[in-house]
Nanobody
C-alpha cells in the first residue's frame, strides 16, 4: 500500500557532497516522522537524522554540522543533504517514515530499500 523509494546515492570524493531523496507513494493519510538510517559493513544500523511533523530535527553526533535533513510534506518526500563527506560515512542509507495509512488510525513504520553511499578517493 505504501512504497518508499530513495535516490541520490553514489560515489563521491572526501569533502564532497551528495543529496539523498526519499519519496513515499500509496495510500498515505498523514506522516509523522521522516528519517534516515545507515549501515556500514560489519556495523550496526544507526540513526543518521530524523525530522518530526513539527519540524524538530535530531542528528547523530557524527554528522552534526555536516548533514541537513529536510522534508516536503506536499510531496511526501524527505531529503538528506550531506556535505563534507568522510570515508567513514560510507554505508547503505535507508529512509523511513512513520505514517498513518489512509483509512486507518494507527502509525506504521515503512522503510526504503536503501541506497549506497561510498566516499573514497
Amino acid at each position: 500500500q505504501v512504497q518508499l523509494v530513495e535516490s541520490g546515492g553514489g560515489l563521491v570524493q572526501p569533502g564532497g557532497s551528495l543529496r539523498l531523496s526519499c519519496a513515499a507513494s500509496g495510500s498515505i493519510g498523514s506522516i509523522d516522522t521522516m528519517g534516515w538510517y545507515r549501515q556500514a559493513p560489519g556495523k550496526q544500523r544507526e540513526l543518521v537524522a530524523d525530522c518530526t511533523s513539527g519540524r524538530n530535527t535530531n542528528y547523530a553526533d557524527s554528522v552534526k554540522g555536516r548533514f541537513t535533513i529536510s522534508r516536503d510534506n506536499a510531496k511526501n518526500t524527505v531529503y538528506l543533504q550531506m556535505d563534507s563527506l568522510k570515508p567513514e560515512d560510507t554505508a547503505v542509507y535507508s529512509c523511513y517514515m512513520r505514517l498513518v495509512v489512509y483509512g486507518r488510525s494507527w502509525f506504521t513504520d515503512y522503510w526504503g530499500h536503501g541506497t549506497q553511499v561510498t566516499v573514497s578517493s
